[in-house]
């Protein structure tokens, strides 16, 4: 099984700033990646996908990189609709894999 | 518009057996896989399984492999989650998610609200 690790567990951050998410896979995934943000009460949304691929109506002010085995996504400018739960998903290998998540909140 | 719905939580004695459904609408639900990921209160994401737009192949997480059955029925637009032998640690909300291809095994693209199952011991 693929294990994702995010870092950090919770990021604290201002509104406007510009933030950076981690997400590390134990093995290569190629670009096998997926980024998801959850709201309170909220199903996961789809954020990104093929490591950097903007899902339909996601504003360009997240974008993402990486490959094989580290990746990240940015937020250019922390707007209040973004503090939420941040996710990666792996689907080089079944099972699919979650990471942790990230906590984004304000400061 | 694109909706998925889930039902068929609920409280359930430990040992007991459950059928959680899903019903899709908004689009042609037979060329996507679909899956289920669970979520735990207060904690993350695990995928349960999925199975292909095609009915023809399934999959499963170790922790649900031999009690857990997906299914779906594509004249119905509906997916289905027969979950035998219910464990406490299977105590979590259970989404339902599109796939973003036919074959499964990619990111999901749409989500229900999920169904709450609770077991209790």
């Known amino acids: 099984e693929i294990v994702m690790t995010q870092s950090p567990a919770t990021l604290s951050v201002s509104p406007g700033e510009r933030v950076t998410l981690s997400c590390r896979a134990s093995q290569s995934i190629s670009s096998d990646l997926a980024w998801y943000q959850q709201k309170p009460g909220q199903a996961p949304r789809l954020l990104i996908y093929?490591?950097?691929t903007r899902a339909t109506g996601i504003p360009a002010s997240f974008s993402a990189s990486g490959s094989e085995t580290e990746f990240t996504l940015t937020i250019s400018s922390l707007q209040s609709e973004d503090f939420a739960v941040y996710y990666c998903q792996q689907y080089k290998n079944w099972p699919l894999t979650f990471g942790g998540g990230t906590k984004v909140e304000i400061k | 518009e694109v909706q998925l719905l889930e039902s068929g939580g609920g409280f359930i004695q430990s040992g007991g057996s459950l059928r959680l459904s899903c019903a899709a609408s908004g689009f042609t639900f037979s060329n996507y896989a679909m899956s289920w990921v669970r979520q735990t209160p207060g904690k993350g994401l695990e995928w349960v399984s999925a199975i292909s737009g095609s009915n023809s192949y399934t999959y499963y997480a170790d922790s649900v492999k031999g009690r857990f059955t997906i299914s779906r029925d594509n004249s119905k637009n509906t997916l289905y989650l027969q979950i035998n032998s219910l464990r406490a640690e299977d105590t979590a909300l259970y989404y339902c998610?599109?796939?973003?291809?036919?074959?499964?095994?990619?990111?999901?693209?749409?989500w229900g609200q999920g169904t709450m199952v609770t077991v209790s011991s």
């Open positions: 093929g490591v950097s």
């Open positions: 998610a599109k796939d973003l291809r036919s074959y499964g095994g990619h990111a999901f693209d749409i």
